[in-house]
């Protein structure tokens, strides 16, 4: 069974920095590209970044240069770095598989992590 | 503003069939890339619901389909079910923007 269990979600103050992680079980972790999605309270699912399984990186235009995605296959361990937070990046953090095949398909999704930024 | 644009609500009775639109552009559903449709049950984690245009995975009732035509999609629900109650979103890839869209999520009610 595919588990993806995200962690390190909390309030920061703007301008902070956090860094999520998502533990990952249930499959070839290093075989799957991966990526961040994000809900901001109320609002619709934005893609934030992926990393595929070759360890190239891209990034949503809104986080460029403030977020680093990130693996450890050893540790089957998906990252986020988050800097410089604003305001508008306090949402649910989701952790999502990719199926693998082309269509850049979401198969699996984590139960989400909180980020909020405020003083 | 969502790349995607989905009606922000629907409703239907038990038993009734509803259809979700999922409105894109010529260089994303036009431009002859794939929709999936995503599931949001109340307080939870989104869950794939249709890949492919009209694919379901495993588990997923033949109640639900989807379709493409155009620049357009849709996800149809026959014998609507209280348990059916929840936010459904389409997500689709831009060639222009480069990049994963959403569209902007619609909440079905099941009255």
């Known amino acids: 069974e595919v588990q993806l269990v995200e962690s390190g979600g909390t309030l920061v103050q703007p301008g902070g920095s956090l860094r999520l992680s998502c533990a990952a079980s249930?499959?070839?972790?290093?075989?799957?590209?991966m990526r961040w999605v994000r809900q901001a309270p109320g609002k619709g699912l934005e893609w934030v970044s992926t990393?595929?399984?070759?360890?190239?990186?891209f990034y949503a235009d809104s986080v460029k240069g403030r977020f680093t995605i990130s693996r450890d296959n050893s540790k089957n361990t998906l990252y986020v770095q988050m800097n410089s937070l604003r305001a508008d990046d306090t949402a649910v953090y989701y952790c999502v598989k990719d199926r693998g095949t082309s269509g850049w398909v979401m198969e699996y999704w984590g139960q989400g992590a909180l980020v909020t930024v405020s003083s | 503003q969502s790349v995607l644009t989905q009606p922000p609500s629907v409703s239907g009775a038990p038993g009734q069939r509803v259809t979700i639109s999922c409105a894109g552009s010529s260089s994303s559903i036009g431009a002859g890339h794939d929709v999936h449709w995503y599931q949001q049950l109340p307080g939870t984690a989104p869950k794939l619901l249709i890949s492919?245009?009209?694919n379901r995975p495993s588990g997923v009732p033949d109640r639900f389909s989807g379709s493409k035509s155009g620049t357009s999609a849709s996800l149809a629900i026959t014998g609507l079910q209280a348990e059916d109650e929840a936010d459904y979103h389409c997500?689709?890839?831009?060639?222009?923007?480069?990049?994963?869209?959403f569209g902007g999520g619609t909440k079905l009610t099941v009255l």
């Open positions: 990393i595929t399984s070759g360890d190239a990186t």
């Open positions: 997500q689709s890839y831009d060639s222009s923007l480069s990049r994963i869209i």
């Open positions: 249930g499959f070839t972790f290093n075989n799957y590209a």
């Open positions: 492919g245009n009209n």
